[in-house]
Nanobody
Framework: QVQLVESGGGLVQPGGSLRLSCAASGSIFSINDMGWYRQAPGKKRELVAVITSGGTTKYADSVKGRFTISRDNAKNTVYLQMNSLKPEDTALYYC???????????????WGQGTQVTVSS
């Protein structure tokens, strides 16, 4: 049993900032990659940022220089600091984690329920 719970979404004006959090809990041995995805109405779900267990990061071109992904391995939590937000950032943001379960070999991908980010004046 593994659960991912996102928080921190909301309504913000263009140029503003938000910090998303995603905490994983349950039967976790370790977590490899963790990431954030987003999906706007009528669009495909897209990768926003990924961070490995060692702390290396990757970002979508559309958010480079504005978003920062980080993690706290002791808390099994990943964060997304979003600055200089634009209306086109409006989407439902999902947390993803590749989890190694206790007992089981390999990893299993888990998804959070999503948190809404709306950027509007």
């Amino acid at each position: 049993q593994v659960q991912l719970v996102e928080s921190g979404g909301g309504l913000v004006q263009p140029g503003g900032s938000l910090r998303l959090s995603c905490a994983a809990s349950g039967s976790i041995f370790s977590i490899n990659d963790m990431g954030w995805y987003r999906q706007a109405p009528g669009k495909k779900r897209e990768l926003v940022a990924v961070i490995t267990s060692g702390g290396t990061t990757k970002y979508a071109d559309s958010v480079k220089g504005r978003f920062t992904i980080s993690r706290d391995n002791a808390k099994n939590t990943v964060y997304l600091q979003m600055n200089s937000l634009k209306p086109e950032d409006t989407a439902l943001y999902y947390c993803n984690a590749d989890v190694r379960r206790t007992i089981l070999p390999g990893t299993i991908p888990y998804w959070g329920q999503g948190t809404q980010v709306t950027v509007s004046s």
